[in-house]
């Protein structure tokens, strides 16, 4: 499956030159109710799912994927301000988790006699892909990492591209102020057959489409 990772054009350089993507922790993403998503009335239940959060924040992370590069609005909250750079994966469908939005909280039971979540790993799985109905213009997929399986440098977690996380696109912002042609050359120099391309603007609706000027001239 086709996938987008949306993000700056600093690190997109450094994950193309190293040839890798950084891993997300649960304690650093952006929405405050990630891990949260269940209705947690009871203080006794808050304090067992900040518990569980912070468990799962230690063993696992994930990277954020959209199943689109075209949404504007994502090139604007998630590429600095259309400067920044969408890379392009192949990954299989059984590795990518979708996102569920919702306007309402999880109903979660527990066990009276000890307190305990009833049925946990089907909790953990719908906890672990639900966020809030006004995120859904993200179109979200989400590939979950076991972080004894990724490289630490400098206090961030990375996992290295491979045939699970094959790059095909390289797509620069509206706003990028990176050379095209030398983000082809990055590529060709670190074997990567990726195609490169620039985002422009629709002329008849809200979307990003490729900017035919920019595309690799070809003689005849």
Known sequence: MRVYHFLNENHAIGNLFFRRLKVSRFAQLNDPF???????????????????????????????????????????????????????????????????????????????????????????????????????????????????STTEEGGMIFVDFSTNLMLREVILGLNCPLPIDRIRQLLEVNAIPAKVFKAGMALRTFKMVEDRQFRVKTTV
């Open 34 to 148: 990630e891990l949260l998503g269940a209705d947690l009335l009871d203080t006794k239940h808050r304090a067992a799912f900040n518990a569980f959060k912070k468990q799962l924040n230690e063993s696992k992370g994930m990277i954020c994927f959209s199943s689109s590069w075209s949404n504007p609005l994502l090139w604007g909250h998630y590429a600095n301000k259309h400067s920044g750079v969408v890379l392009g994966f192949d990954v299989p469908e059984n590795y990518l988790t979708p996102v569920k939005y919702t306007s309402l909280r999880t109903k979660i039971e527990f066990n009276p006699k000890n307190g305990q979540i009833t049925d946990g790993p089907k909790v953990v799985d719908e906890l672990i892909r639900t966020k809030f109905v006004d995120w859904k213009y993200e179109n979200e997929y989400r590939m979950f990492i076991n972080l004894d």
